[in-house]
Structures are given as C-alpha cells and as structure tokens.
C-alpha cells in the first residue's frame, strides 16, 4: 500500500508528539532531548541522580520555546517505570517515542569482575529497557496509533574492548532486543531501532584518555570523534517520519572506525 507523501519540511517534524529519554540529564541525553523538542517534541527528562542538572535541561527546552518536564525514576523497578509514564501522561500526554539511552559502564577484567558488578550493568542495560519498552509498548498498542522506539546501544555490541566485557555484552543484547521488539510490535504500527555510537566526545577525555583519543583519531576515516548532535541527529532521524519504513535497524555513528580493518 502507498503511504502518502510527506513534504520535505514536514520530514523531521516531531510537532504533537511526546518523547521520553532515559539518562537525559547531561551528555548524549542531554543532546538528544534538545534535538527532539527543536523539532516540536513535548520531552520528559528521565534522570535517576543529577535532579538539578535535568531541572536546568528542562529549563533551558523552556526558555527556547519548547516543552519539557523532568521526571526522577528508577528504571529496574517496574512500580516505578508505571508511575513515571503515568506522571508523563498527566503533565504532557502519552509517550509516542521512546528513547532508551540510560547506561552503566564501568571497568573490569571478566577475570576480576565481582558477580554484583555483572549483574548491575545487565540490570541497568537490559532489565531498565525491558521494563520502559513493556510499558511502553502496552499503552502504545492499546491506544492503536503506533509508536518509535530507539534504543542507544554502542559499537562495542559489535566488538568489544578489554575491561568492557559486561558492558559490550549488554550492548550487543539490547540491538538483539530491538530487533526482537521491531519483529513483535511492527503489527501495531510500532517501529524499534538502535543506534550504535563510537567514542563520543566528553570533556576531559583528552586528559583522561590520551592514547585512547590517539587510537581512535588515528583508526577514524573521518579523523574525529564524535559529539552528542552526531548521535542526536541519528536520533532524531529515526524517531521522525523520514524513517517511517525503518524498523529493526542498528545505525552505527562511528565515524567509519568499525570499517576499518583491524588486522
């Protein structure tokens, strides 16, 4: 069946829609909350610590005209990820897309990793995006209007680094999950994708990671690393209408490192 023609202008036009991001108090989150309300979307910033740093986020959405709120919650906890859509919906309606972005990383050997650690990082990795995506995924079908989902996974899903084993697990995991969701839910007028970020840039990593930031400038076809718009845009991209036909998709935003050859 054709799908009617959407002008160019109207490609990335987020108007009447409300977004949730997870982990949107500062860095990736941060960017992509800013994305999706440049575009016209309502946005709930999800924080679990960082309340005044969500606060000036939602602040600053405000002060550019748009439309957002902050909501505090536990993601691993199902009573709290009800409340938290619940809250959404009073203040500025049901969720339409829904950005999975909150993450843990930290680092260790599998060889000296503590089983708390392990399972923390599939918790906050996996178990937080299972608990958004069913809640989610209820309200989306029983409403009928369908929905986006786009969960941000990580080029380590697809290969990963020393002392990063937990973490990479759980990445690769989620781009599995999504496609699995994207399988489930398409029926219902739902899309899912990932996107796969490469090093983005964060301040101070120069200073805390020197000969990392060499590596990766010097294994990168597009010489830098990447910033927070770059995996906004990707975002953004997906959650609009010039992705309608797009689901079950991981789109790697790496600046072209997993091209290149690694022997």
């Known amino acids: 069946m ?11 036009d987020l108007s009447g829609k409300v977004a949730l991001v997870t982990g949107a108090g500062r860095g990736i989150g941060a960017g ?3 994305r999706l309300a440049e575009a016209g979307a309502a946005v709930a910033v999800h924080y679990r610590g960082g309340k005044e740093a969500a606060e000036a986020l939602v602040a600053t ?9 902050a909501i505090h919650g536990e993601l691993t906890d199902r009573t709290a990820v009800e409340s938290a859509f619940a809250a959404i919906g009073e203040t500025l309606g049901p969720v339409d897309i829904l950005v999975n972005n909150a993450a843990r990383q930290t680092h260790s050997t599998i060889a000296d990793m503590e089983p708390d ?19 989610a995924t209820d309200a989306m079908v029983a409403r009928g209007a369908g929905g986006v989902i786009v969960n941000i996974a990580s080029i380590e899903g697809l290969q ?14 989620l781009i599995m999950f999504t496609r699995a969701t994207a399988l489930e839910f398409g029926r219902h007028g739902i899309r899912a994708n990932a996107v796969s970020p490469g090093v983005i840039h964060a301040p101070g990593i120069e200073e805390n990671w020197p000969e990392g930031v060499k590596r990766w400038l010097a294994a990168a076809p597009l010489g830098r690393m990447g910033d ?5 845009d990707a975002v953004l991209f997906l959650a609009s209408p010039a992705s309608r036909f797009i689901t ?10 997993t091209v290149t050859p690694s022997f």
């Open 228 to 232: 927070n718009y770059d995996v906004a």
């Open 61 to 69: 959405v405000a002060g550019d005209g748009g439309k957002a709120m």
């Open 2 to 12: 054709d799908q009617p023609d959407i002008p160019v202008d109207r490609l990335l």
């Open 248 to 257: 079950g998709a991981n789109l790697v935003v790496d600046g072209g490192v």
């Open 160 to 173: 990963p680094a020393l002392t990063h084993g937990h973490y990479a697990t759980t990445k690769a995991g």
């Open 117 to 135: 650690e392990w399972r923390d990082t599939l918790a906050t990795n996996l178990d937080a995006v299972f608990n958004t995506t069913r809640v």
């Open 32 to 34: 992509i909350v800013r």
